[in-house]
């Protein structure tokens, strides 16, 4: 993640950015091109996004901006950018190399990828195509799955699926699929696929449909401003759809327009095609002075034509930063992030929280698990784990910290994997904390076990890791202790409870569940 040190008016605070990737692919097209192993060392999407953060070091010593003065709100305010380590998933990768076993290298390579925190990958149009009958890209959403829902990849990456709408319900049914298969969104391609001047179609709008029943983000690849035109049709239409036979599902469509600001900066018509309800706009392909161009001109537009009514959204909650590889290389994410975090983008009118939009909190909450409620229902009652550390005061050694040792210690003997994980949130969206929502496997059974990890204590001392209960819900804004329904949410975890006062016995304890 990225942190912002700001210092106005002689105060001094830190604000914590989190950023994703929120467009990239996985697998072999038929063109070419390939990303078959994210982890490959010099062409794997890791080692890309380690090549964007030595680039925006290098733009930094090049430029000094590093560290500037601008204005925020009317107040001069001095930024300074750094590069840090998501938390769990750090202390994760230093557990796993204290162990000296297997992913015990993880902690050394991701020290230069630390400021990308998750990135979304989908299928290419590629080689695994029409290898299974079911449905196009069955073969191919299989092979996403494969990856984004296991350990380490699960740590980064977000995988979703693609189907082509004119297989009509192969199509709709291979949605469904996706969800099965633990991917979390999904990709169109229009052109690729031969359905270009069929955009605006009913197979199309049968698609869409479907993928707010699960709350599926939908990702268009566009071509030019006619298919951007037309999206933006079809989702008009589909929204229309979903306003007169099921509103309830309307909060879970998105879709977002893939590419648009290329080549269109200033297209008030291209505009307006985004900032409406259900829609986000990604920016790959842009790039460089064409970036600062944009933000500078489409912030001035919606300004300027209070585009805020459309559904109380700001211009900043409608674009996600997204880098297209490989297709498009180091070079055009590193220059498009400059121009999120430089002097330019807040001398125009940007903020900290525009940035954080962009960045990576407009795709968090588009995602499912942030819209629908997480609920296990067939969850069995499993004992929760209260970690404790009695000499806390003397050796400083967290609650937090023995847990991560314990799960990493399952990680390395192969009794649990990672399926995903959410980033749980303080009280609204401004601000994330250090629990957590694992989804994990018990490898010897293949159960899909829901924990929730937190600290009890502020100051670490005590943490939880509690499987979720039947029927009981996580919430992305976490818990308040105080809350009637809160309580009786800790009150169910803490019915069968073990306590543990070092890594050995949590490691002990957490066989009961694993």
């Known amino acids: 993640m990225l942190t912002a040190t700001i210092e106005q008016n002689g105060k001094k605070w830190v604000e914590n950015l989190l950023v994703i990737d929120a467009h990239s692919h996985l697998g072999q097209d038929v063109d070419g091109a390939t990303m078959m192993n994210p982890l490959a060392p010099g062409s794997g999407t890791f080692d890309f996004w380690g090549n964007v953060q030595g680039k925006i070091k290098t733009d930094w010593e090049k430029t000094g901006e590093q560290s500037f003065m601008t204005i925020i709100n009317g107040i001069n305010t001095k ?11 750090d202390k994760l990768y230093s ?32 080689v695994f195509r029409d290898k299974q009958p079911e449905a196009l890209y069955r073969a191919s959403n299989i092979n996403v799955s494969r990856f984004t829902t296991r350990f380490p990849f699960s740590m980064k990456l977000v995988g979703y699926g693609r ?22 969104g999904l990709k169109l391609h229009p052109r690729s696929e031969g359905w270009i001047d069929n955009i605006y179609s009913e197979p199309a709008i049968n698609v869409l449909l479907e993928a707010a029943k699960y709350s599926m983000p939908v990702i268009f690849d566009t071509r030019g401003k006619g298919s951007i035109l037309s999206i933006g049709k079809l989702i008009n239409q589909t929204r229309n759809i979903l306003r007169t036979k099921s509103p309830d599902l309307l909060p879970h469509f998105k879709v977002i327009i893939a590419h648009f600001a290329q080549g269109n900066i200033g297209d008030h018509e291209v505009y307006n095609t985004i900032v409406q309800p259900n829609t986000y706009g990604d920016l790959s392909m842009l790039h460089g ?31 996600l930063f997204a880098s297209d590889y490989p297709y498009f290389g180091d ?46 229902k067939d969850a069995k009652r499993l004992p ?18 023995t847990a991560v040792e314990a799960i990493a210690k399952l990680i390395t003997d192969a009794k649990i994997d990672i399926k ?23 490898n010897s059974t293949k159960e899909e076990i829901p924990l929730y990890f937190t600290n009890i204590v502020e100051d670490q001392s005590i943490s939880l890791i509690a499987p979720l209960h039947p029927n009981t819900e996580w919430k992305k804004f976490g818990y308040k202790y105080f809350d009637p329904e809160d309580r009786a949410f800790f009150a169910s975890l803490f019915k069968q409870t073990y306590l543990a006062t070092d890594v050995n016995k949590a490691i002990e304890v957490l066989s009961h569940v694993f």
């Open 79 to 89: 930024i300074s950018w750094s590069f840090t380590p998501f938390p769990f998933t």
């Open 95 to 126: 557990a796993l190399e204290k162990l000296k076993q297997r992913h015990s290298d993880l902690k050394e390579k991701s020290k230069f990828y630390s400021f990308i925190d998750q990135g979304v990958c989908f299928p290419f149009q590629d």
């Open 163 to 184: 189907c082509d709408p004119m297989e009509g319900q192969k199509a709709v049914n291979e949605v469904k699929c996706m969800r099965e298969l633990g991917l979390r």
């Open 289 to 319: 002075e064409g970036a600062g161009n944009f933000f500078k001109d489409f912030r001035q537009w919606f300004k300027n034509n209070n585009k805020i009514t459309v559904d109380g959204r700001d211009w900043s909650e409608y674009v």
């Open 331 to 376: 070079v055009h994410a590193e220059k498009l992030m400059i121009y999120i975090i430089n002097k330019q983008f807040f001398d125009n009118g940007g903020t900290i929280q525009d940035t954080k939009n962009i960045l990576g909190l407009n795709q968090i909450k588009i995602l499912p698990e942030y819209n629908l409620p997480q609920i296990k």
């Open 384 to 401: 929760s784990i209260l970690i404790s550390n009695p000499n806390f005061q003397q050796d400083n050694s967290t609650a937090y910290n």
């Open 420 to 442: 995903r994980f959410c980033i749980q949130f303080k009280e609204n969206w401004r601000q994330f904390s250090d629990d957590l929502f694992i989804t994990t496997i018990k």
